[in-house]
T-cell receptor
Framework: GEDVEQSLFLSVREGDSSVINCTYT??????LYWYKQEPGAGLQLLTY?????DMKQDQRLTVLLNKKDKHLSLRIADTQTGDSAIYFC??????????????FGKGTKLSVIP | DSGVTQTPKHLITATGQRVTLRCSPR?????VYWYQQSLDQGLQFLIQ???????AKGNILERFSAQQFPDLHSELNLSSLELGDSALYFC????????????????FGPGTRLTVL
């Protein structure tokens, strides 16, 4: 079945860049997503990329997609303490009966050191 | 604020009991998803409803059931509760469940934290 893998922890210094990596299994995924979860809150969509794109930039966020290797990354430039959160990678797949599902990785906890 | 509301925020109950979690989707969203988040399993998809009908099932136990009502709010019923059911339960909604393009942005509620003692 579909599976999404990501490392569990990342620690960076304030002002540095953070890179969170993810691998997925479903080559037919049309969209891939990055969600952010702050303590005590639900998940919030950060950004997404369509599968025919290699890169997407959105202010401090850069998403890179290597479809051949099924590898997705999220780069956060000039990381701030407010970026401390858990980041989830998710792939979308068609599960039949007119339904699209998301499979989430276990999340990468980003800690930003002041 | 995502526009998705969930009640209650916290729930503490005993093993063997039954509880109901409630979710109101964003205005206009037809699809509702339920997820369970635990430390060891991560975020697990349980079930999806679209405009009142069940659309997809994930790793949902037989002791769990859900429904979506005509006003589109949804309830997740958990029965014969076990210690291992302690987790955060999230509801998410989306406009069309990913149709027709496959773009399936889901908006998450704040979650219900269930503790089974």
């Amino acid at each position: 079945g579909e599976d999404v893998e990501q490392s569990l922890f990342l620690s960076v210094r304030e002002g540095d860049s953070s890179v969170i990596n993810c691998t997925y299994t479903d080559s037919s995924s049309t969209y891939l997503y990055w969600y952010k979860q702050e303590p005590g809150a639900g998940l919030q969509l950060l950004t997404y990329i369509f599968s025919n794109m290699d890169m997407k930039q959105d202010q401090r966020l850069t998403v890179l997609l290597n479809k051949k290797d099924k590898h997705l990354s999220l780069r956060i430039a000039d990381t701030q303490t407010g970026d401390s959160a858990i980041y989830f990678c998710a792939e979308s797949f068609y599960s039949g009966a007119g339904s699209y599902q998301l499979t989430f990785g276990k999340g990468t906890k980003l800690s930003v050191i002041p | 604020d995502s526009g998705v509301t969930q009640t209650p925020k916290h729930l503490i109950t005993a093993t063997g009991q039954r509880v109901t979690l409630r979710c109101s989707p964003r205005s206009g969203d037809l699809s509702v998803y339920w997820y369970q988040q635990s430390l060891d399993q991560g975020l697990q998809f349980l079930i999806q409803y679209y405009n009142g009908e069940e659309r997809a099932k994930g790793n949902i136990l037989e002791r769990f059931s859900a429904q979506q009502f005509p006003d589109l709010h949804s309830e997740l019923n958990l029965s014969s509760l076990e210690l291992g059911d302690s987790a955060l339960y999230f509801c998410a909604s989306s406009v069309s469940g990913g149709l027709p393009s496959g773009y399936n942005e889901q908006f998450f509620g704040p979650g219900t934290r269930l503790t089974v003692l």
